[in-house]
């Protein structure tokens, strides 16, 4: 999934998300997973869970952060779809 030339953050990859959801460009998978709606995300989330648990228990550290970054990108589409800000969630840390 690591597509871009420089590190990406938590916070930047938020940022990209938010204005894919703005811009809405075309053969965006953030834009399809966007208008799915909640229900299909929240089993994304879910599903991606389960992968960093089994990762954790059974896989490499090069797969367990894959999934963990997976799991991230699907928690901030989530966010982005509820129309959540970084704040909304940092305030509770
Ligand atoms: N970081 C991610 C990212 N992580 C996970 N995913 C999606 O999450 C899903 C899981 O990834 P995989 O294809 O590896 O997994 P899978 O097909 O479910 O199968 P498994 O391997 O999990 O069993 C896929 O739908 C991926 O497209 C992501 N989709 C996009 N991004 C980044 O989000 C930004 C916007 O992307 P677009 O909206 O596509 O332009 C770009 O920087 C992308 O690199």
């Known amino acids: 999934m690591k597509q871009s ?3 990406k953050t938590f916070d ?3 940022a990209e998300l938010s ?3 703005a811009t809405r460009p075309e053969g965006s998978g953030t834009v399809a997973a966007l208008d799915a709606g909640v ?3 929240g ?4 599903e ?3 992968e960093v648990w089994i990762a954790a228990e059974y896989q490499s550290d090069e797969e367990l952060s894959e999934e ?3 799991l991230l990108y699907w928690l901030q589409v989530l966010m982005v779809g509820r129309g959540l800000k970084l704040e909304d969630v940092y305030k509770h840390l």
Do not use: D, N, Y
Request: aromatic letters at 10%.
């Open 68 to 70: 963990i970054s997976q």
């Open 48 to 50: 991606e869970a389960g």
């Open 5 to 7: 030339m420089s590190v």
């Open 39 to 41: 229900h299909f995300q």
């Open 19 to 21: 204005e894919r959801a």
């Open 12 to 14: 930047s990859l938020f």
């Open 43 to 46: 089993k994304k989330v879910l």
